[in-house]
């Protein structure tokens, strides 16, 4: 099974895609600014990225728009309409599309199949959506988005 990271590396050094080295810069200094305030080490297996993304969950027909609170190797974050919440099933492909702040070059779309691992309420109304990435692919990188 791939995984985003192996994803990021392949593309990376056919320069399609890159992780912002500040963004692994910000995540350090954020995991090391956890560790000392909670005093626990960090138990996640993978790195989450902090991003604002337009995410699309894709359900038969239906194109739910959605975007992420973070995002990682192994899965995504992200808020939906109260109202399509609940239409999201255990197993469902959506698009990432990753902005140049994170690939540092164009905005790239990726499909992934993912698996539902929870929902969450939250303040602000909006639901969060916790998604294992099962498997994804690189569809395009757009010189430009609007």
């Known amino acids: 099974m791939s995984t ?8 990376d050094s056919k320069g399609s ?5 500040a963004a692994r810069q910000r ?3 954020t995991d090391c600014m956890t560790e000392e305030f909670t ?3 960090e138990r996640r297996k993978s790195p ?4 604002k993304a337009p995410v699309t969950v894709l359900i038969g027909d239906l194109a ?6 973070n995002v990682s190797e192994r899965g995504v974050y992200f808020y939906v309409s109260p109202t399509e919440s609940e239409l999201i099933p255990q197993n469902f492909d959506f698009l990432l599309e990753l902005p140049p702040e994170v690939t540092i070059s164009n905005w790239c779309s990726i499909r992934c199949q993912g698996r539902l691992v929870r929902r969450d309420e939250t303040s602000s109304g909006a639901p969060g959506i916790a998604a294992e990435i099962l498997h994804y692919s690189i569809l395009r990188e757009a010189a430009t988005k609007t």
Not at 4 to 11: G, V
Not at 48 to 51: D, G, L, N, T
């Open 48 to 51: 989450r990225f902090s991003v």
């Open 4 to 11: 985003l990271r192996s994803l990021i590396e392949n593309c």
């Open 39 to 41: 005093g626990q080490e």
């Open 17 to 21: 895609l890159r992780i912002a080295y």
């Open 64 to 69: 739910l728009p959605a975007y992420t609170r």
């Open 27 to 29: 995540q350090i200094e």
